[in-house]
């Protein structure tokens, strides 16, 4: 994953995709300080948590936008993530969503909300990456009855 972004870098830097470019570069210089960091190169898991990361600060950047109406720059954010969403594994649906909350729910058999770290616990490693966090943590709440 992390080598794929170095070359699409330099794929798009040579047919003309600005906008590519500037986004991939700020993904690898995310990933390449991480990496100086843990003195390690990243795994593909670990990458697509920097890419999550991009994702959610842009989605949260839209928001402001939205307040100030600036259609052009929620315009252009939104094509940001976009093109991160490319580099993104398969996002599950809601009813796939609903679905391994279930699956946990049957194992776990929560009674109340403090129940939900256990859940949570279960439901990560099926979901981490592949769904937007909000929305599992949201219908989890809403099964729990928080």
Same mark, same amino acid.
């Given at each position: 994953m992390r080598n794929q972004i170095v070359n699409d870098v330099v *794929?798009?830097? &040579?047919?003309?995709?600005k906008d590519?470019?500037?986004?991939?570069?700020?993904?690898?210089?995310?990933?390449?300080?991480?990496?100086?960091?843990n003195n390690k190169e990243l795994t593909d898991e670990e990458t697509i948590q920097v890419?999550? *990361?991009?994702? &959610?600060?842009?989605?949260?950047?839209?928001e402001q936008f939205k307040l100030g109406n600036r259609q052009d720059l929620i315009d252009k954010t939104q094509s940001e993530i976009d093109i991160l969403n490319e580099y993104m594994p398969e996002q599950m649906?809601?009813?796939?969503?609903?679905k391994a909350i279930s699956e946990v729910f049957s194992k776990v058999n929560p009674t109340s909300p403090k129940d939900m770290g256990k859940v949570m616990g279960l439901l990560m490693p099926v979901v981490k990456g592949k769904a937007d966090m909000g929305l599992v943590n949201k219908i989890v709440k809403e099964k729990l009855g928080d």
């Open positions: *794929k798009y830097m &040579k047919s003309g995709g590519k470019v500037i986004v991939l570069r700020m993904v690898k210089g995310a990933i390449l300080d991480l990496e100086k960091q890419i999550t *990361k991009q994702i &959610k600060t842009r989605n949260e950047s839209i649906s809601e009813e796939e969503i609903e």
